[in-house]
């Protein structure tokens, strides 16, 4: 991929989304190029579709997720062919129906996590590709007022601080590579490929980037747009900011994890 079809990744997010949330998201756009997904696709908890209407060529075959409102502004952006409300432990559709799932930083705002796997791995067909990221172990750990509390020799005002912001990203839990592992298998998974990406630098500049975040939601609320002037000019500081992690995301530290998994039982080939 050349360096200009690759900022117009980059920038197809930071023209509709604040800057922390667009440098992870345009990430993870990169990280879905190339990737084969045989239809028919399921993406759980496909929230407002603006993710998938960038990020993937065609209209991916259903969007599930449990709340109408996300899922009518799916389909005002034309995002998906069907749009189902349901919650992720119970899909209405029949075993084997899809050849891939995809589920894009949505695992860890469900604490029912188990059974959402467990109806995955019914409604995928053996050897159905099953793609997902989230959060890793270490982003309560990285979180920048987490560190600076330690340093403090606050303890307890980083535990607090941790606490806080998981609450306020709404995570259930945030797993390592070995929960996974074992989570996966337990339901017929097996993990192809996974990597670990956004340092704790890039993290901190997220973090930042939500403090500073009222006007995007003052936008949002008032004229239903995240980003109020969709001008790449206007938007040159967050592109500097995001522009260096976007084409630098892969850290061994890294507090987000990737996972290209299969269900067992097909062509691994395919």
Request: glycine share 8%; aromatic share 12%; with cysteine.
């Amino acid at each position: 991929m050349s360096m200009e079809a690759s900022e117009e990744i980059l920038w197809r997010h930071l023209l509709d989304l604040p800057y922390f949330r667009a440098m992870v998201r345009a990430v993870e756009d990169k990280f879905y190029q190339g990737l084969d997904l045989p239809g028919p696709v399921l993406d759980l908890g496909c929230g407002d579709g603006h993710f998938a209407s960038v990020a993937f060529e065609r209209p991916l075959d259903v969007g599930l997720d449990p709340w109408w409102g996300p899922l009518l502004e799916a389909k005002s952006r034309g995002a998906y062919c069907t749009y189902v409300c349901s919650d992720g432990a119970r899909v209405p559709f029949e075993d084997g129906y899809f050849a891939s799932v995809v589920s894009n930083s949505v695992l860890e705002h469900i604490p029912h996590i188990d059974a959402v796997i467990q109806e995955i791995a019914r409604v995928i067909r053996p050897g159905g590709r099953f793609v997902f990221c989230a959060p890793n172990h270490r982003f309560p750990q990285l979180l920048l007022g987490t560190q600076t509390f330690q340093q403090l020799g606050l303890k307890g005002a980083a535990g607090w601080y941790a606490d806080l912001f998981q609450r306020i990203s709404r995570h259930h839990h945030c797993d390592s590579f070995p929960v996974w592992q074992e989570r996966l298998a337990r339901y017929g998974f097996e993990i192809e490929r996974h990597w670990d990406y956004f340092s704790a630098r890039d993290l901190h500049w997220m973090e930042v980037g939500h403090a500073l975040g009222l006007p995007n939601l003052v936008s949002k609320k008032l004229i239903g747009r995240w980003v109020p002037v969709r001008s790449r000019a206007a938007l040159v500081i967050s592109w500097l900011i995001t522009r260096r992690v976007f084409h630098n995301p892969i850290s061994a530290e890294g507090v987000y994890s990737f996972y290209i998994t299969r269900r067992a039982g097909g062509d691994s080939s395919a």
